[in-house]
């Protein structure tokens, strides 16, 4: 496993803001809402059962990632200020396309 080191200078950027960063561009750029996987049958049927806890249980996911990204300090430049606008906006899409 690799080992990085990153050097900053504190008297431009806090630490809460290099870590809100961090975590906003390698931790919450992918995908962010969690959703069963449907690899057989059973699954499809279990998934259609227990439709209602699946929808609830994503209604918050959707929740409380959506306050964690608005919650993010990040780097004060106009890319990260727009990086972190933009991902919030995704959330919905995500959440239609899964449902």
Request: proline letters at 4%.
């Given at each position: 496993?690799?080992?990085?080191?990153?050097?900053?200078d504190s008297?431009?950027?806090?630490?809460?803001?290099?870590?809100?960063?961090?975590?906003?561009?390698?931790?919450?750029?992918?995908?962010?809402?969690?959703?069963?996987?449907?690899?057989?049958?059973?699954?499809?049927?279990?998934?259609?059962?227990?439709?209602?806890?699946?929808?609830?249980?994503?209604?918050k996911d959707?929740?409380?990632?959506?306050?964690?990204?608005?919650?993010?300090?990040?780097?004060?430049?106009?890319?990260?200020?727009?990086?972190?606008?933009?991902?919030?906006?995704?959330?919905?899409?995500?959440?239609?396309?899964?449902?």
């Amino acid at each position: 496993m690799c080992d990085n080191k990153g050097y900053f200078d504190s008297n431009i950027y806090s630490r809460a803001e290099i870590e809100g960063t961090y975590k906003l561009w390698l931790e919450l750029g992918g995908i962010l809402l969690d959703t069963p996987s449907v690899f057989n049958l059973r699954d499809l049927q279990e998934i259609r059962q227990d439709k209602d806890q699946i929808l609830a249980k994503l209604d918050k996911d959707f929740a409380e990632k959506k306050k964690m990204l608005q919650d993010l300090t990040v780097v004060n430049t106009p890319y990260w200020q727009n990086v972190k606008r933009y991902n919030p906006k995704l959330l919905p899409n995500g959440m239609k396309w899964r449902k």
